[in-house]
Nanobody, 115 residues
């Protein structure tokens, strides 16, 4: 099982970024996938989940209406479209899943929102 995030970078407040989480070793539509983030010096914060099968989504209040999680089953990839970015969105973003009791994480991608 492998998860590889990409798409982070430096963006001005109000800007947009689209993160990708490319997966291998499992079928992404069969498991929930989460995005979590860790700001400098802080703990992990859950951002969003896309559930297996139905593909229903959930968001933290802090990102609701600005971020959109989606999934491309053919590419086995999960995305996080981030709009109207704020300085407080600055963090390392990780994708995560749990398969048969084991937790799998990507290496993270850095998002910096600054003017």
């Amino acid at each position: 099982v492998q998860l590889v995030e990409s798409g982070g970078g430096l963006v001005q407040p109000g800007g947009s970024l689209k993160l990708s989480c490319a997966t291998s070793g499992f079928t992404v539509k069969n498991y929930y996938m989460k995005w979590v983030r860790q700001a400098p010096g802080k703990g992990l914060d859950w951002v969003s989940t896309i559930n297996s099968s139905s593909g229903s989504t959930n968001y933290a209040d802090s990102v609701k209406g600005r971020f959109t999680i989606s999934r491309d089953n053919a590419k086995n990839t999960v995305y996080l479209q981030m709009n109207s970015l704020k300085p407080e969105d600055t963090a390392t973003y990780y994708c995560y899943t749990e398969i048969l009791g084991y937790n799998y994480w990507g290496q993270g991608t850095q998002v910096t929102v600054s003017s």
